[in-house]
Nanobody
Framework: VQLQAFGGGLVQPGGSLRLSCAAS????????MGWFRQAPGKERGIVGA????????YYVDSVKGRFTISKDDAKNVMYLQMNSLKPEDTAVYYC??????????????????WGQGTQVTVSS
């Protein structure tokens, strides 16, 4: 599966932004999908993930209540709705996919397919 993330940009603190991840292939609905981010000088870490059926999500503590992941199997697209953005959310955001059918969608090392990143900058 090939992935392409887009929707990044510059937003003020407290603002909102929605990222999209478009996937190729006819088996999108069989993949767990995740969002990751990498800030300057830091390692890439998971933001959140959604299981293949869309029935379960995982979020890192720092974004719980602010970020929402969803997917549209008909359009082969995953979304990351980001609200109440903070300067510390500034990073390059990546989407990824994996054939995960258990509860381990929050484990970064299990993701096999990656899209290119999209820059999110939160600044006044």
């Amino acid at each position: 599966v090939q992935l392409q993330a887009f929707g990044g940009g510059l937003v003020q603190p407290g603002g909102s932004l929605r990222l999209s991840c478009a996937a190729s292939g006819r088996t999108f609905s069989t993949y767990a999908m995740g969002w990751f981010r990498q800030a300057p000088g830091k390692e890439r870490g998971i933001v959140g993930a959604i299981n293949y059926s869309g029935s379960s999500t995982y979020y890192v503590d720092s974004v719980k209540g602010r970020f929402t992941i969803s997917k549209d199997d008909a359009k082969n697209v995953m979304y990351l709705q980001m609200n109440s953005l903070k300067p510390e959310d500034t990073a390059v955001y990546y989407c990824a996919a994996a054939r995960i059918f258990d509860t381990g969608i929050g484990i970064p090392s299990r993701y096999d397919y990656w899209g290119q990143g999209t820059q999110v900058t939160v600044s006044s």
